[in-house]
């Protein structure tokens, strides 16, 4: 009775389907062995019941001792037989349930490392993790329990109400005429469970989200001290949560006084009807206890089947979020049978280039500019004017409306897109290390190939890293903590510039590598960058324009448009945007050395 509501919305059956073409029918035979298991345990369940029967009437009632241990045997060896079945049912589901949160991770996992970059630009990383952990979860229960509440509990409950007929169906017929009744109140049920559940996994996004920001930022948070604010937010999602897990909780037990209640009249009708048919000498007692303990077995699996629903309804909740994910496919892949790029110069053409952000912002406007083979470019203007957009658009981070982008001729979106990236190397201001060693960090930039010592030391020692690494605690073993914690900027930021060394790519690109650093820093990571130049063609985004005064070609975009390009010196003859910058900055510089 509980599946009419799931098998009466289209949608629902459109998951259930779903989940088991796709996750659960690889194991199916692993089921199919859970499912025989389960059939077994509740054979003997009923079997239990019937023997209750000579138990009563040829042993107690009958006096017959030769019998009792003959009884005895017997039930000894259904309640082994019911042990090994039960382990056998045990072992299967927790084999189905991992695989399937296993499977449903790794599928997971898959989808969003390749998403597009705007994906992730969009979501916070709390709102991806609660999908591995807390839907995934949802979803494993809910699997589980749905195949021992099909197997298990309904066999159970088929071969005692079997045995209950067998014996009586009369009595059998009184006992169950009730049950129907609690169809509606039971989808209802689950229809109201489905609700607070995607309201409850909705809610443990945002607190995991929140997590995720005050332990990442827990320097902010302290340097402003704002630790009673951010446990304000946190208290008041938590009480949210509890709210929610407390309304499910009373939606799920409200089967419970439904079932109690059917299933007392049942039991009342049962020994009203069946101990006057006791009493006349028409049934033996043996019969009427075995029948009422077939009732009474029969009650538990009942009060469980009338709970699976809400349960069900919870992992149908998870599996619209895990879908919804895993349905969003990227928009930046590579065309079929795409060739692989092979950069030889290294030109880089933006011809009539125009970009605009999926929330309709236009950020690029009718940009043309051509780098030539080796040569050094930068992109400076204001900030919010589209340079690190253009830096962008040239892995393919993210496609442009309209025009074209070629390196070495070849347009960057009719190539594979594995091969441009491979190609690529890219250094910003946001440094991300990962929770390793030193070693690992730089052995990024290989992309998967095995890296020498020899070659990531070589490295190091170009990026100006490899003095301070042989300071450290376990030298290039030491583990850097998450976002690299445990090293200052600069040295973070030479560990990124190792990597792209490494890496050894034709094209550079560099977002805003110094912005964040102390002059010191900054003239070391400096040093290492114009080695990692030296033989690419590079493209600089630059705040700080001291860093740009060498290169070969300097454009100055303002409001998604080339204003005005040249070498430092004749752009500051025109005596344009570009030399207005370059006086901004050459006074505020001279404020902070004064200050």
Known sequence: MNFIKIFSDKASVFLVIRLWGEHIKPYRWHVVGGLLCMACAALTTALLAKMLQPLFDDVFVARNEGMLLQVACIVLGVFVLKGISSFGESVSMIYVGQKIIGDIQKRLFDHFIAADLAYFHARSSGELVSRF????????????????????????????????????????????????IAIVPIVKIGQKMRKVSLNTQEEMGIFTILLHQVFQGMRVVKSYAMEYVE???????????????????????????????????????????????????????????????????????????????????????????????????????????????????????????????????????????????????????????????????????????????????????????????????LVSQEVILFDDTVKANIAYGRGGRIASEEDIIHAAKSSAAHDFIMQLPEQYDTVVGEQGVRLSGGQRQRLSIARAMLKNAPVLLLDEATSSLDTESERQVQAALNRLMEGRTTVVVAHRLSTVMDADMIYVIEEGEVSENGTHKELLENNKTYARLVDLQFVTDTMSMAS
């Open 133 to 180: 952990t807390n839907d995934v979860n949802l979803m494993r229960h809910a699997v589980t329990t749905a195949l021992t509440g099909m197997g298990k509990d309904t066999l159970s409950i088929i071969f005692l109400i079997g045995l209950m007929f067998y014996q009586d169906w009369l009595l059998a017929s009184l006992a169950f005429f009730v049950f129907p």
């Open 231 to 425: 446990q304000k937010r946190a208290h008041q999602i938590i009480n949210n949560l509890s709210r929610l897990n407390i309304k499910a909780g009373r939606v799920r037990a409200a089967s419970h006084p439904i079932m109690e209640t059917l299933g007392g009249i049942a039991i009342v009708i049962v020994i009203l009807y069946g101990g006057t048919q006791v009493i006349s000498g028409n049934r033996t007692p043996g019969t009427f206890i075995s029948f009422i303990t077939a009732l009474l077995l029969a009650y538990e699996p009942m009060k469980r089947l009338a709970n699976l629903n809400a349960n069900l309804q919870e992992g149908l909740a998870a599996a619209i979020r895990i879908f919804a994910a895993i349905d969003l496919k990227p928009l930046i892949v590579s065309i079929p049978h795409a060739p692989v790029l092979t950069i030889h110069k290294g030109e880089i053409v933006l011809d009539h280039v125009n970009f605009t952000y999926p929330n309709g912002k236009n950020a690029l406007k009718d940009i043309s500019l051509s780098i030539s083979a080796g040569q050094r470019v930068a992109l400076v203007g204001p900030s919010g004017s589209g340079k690190s957009t253009l830096l962008n658009l040239i892995p393919r981070f993210y496609d442009v409306k309209s025009g074209s982008i070629t390196i070495d001729g070849f347009d960057i979106r009719k190539v594979s897109l594995n091969s441009l990236r491979s190609q690529i190397a």
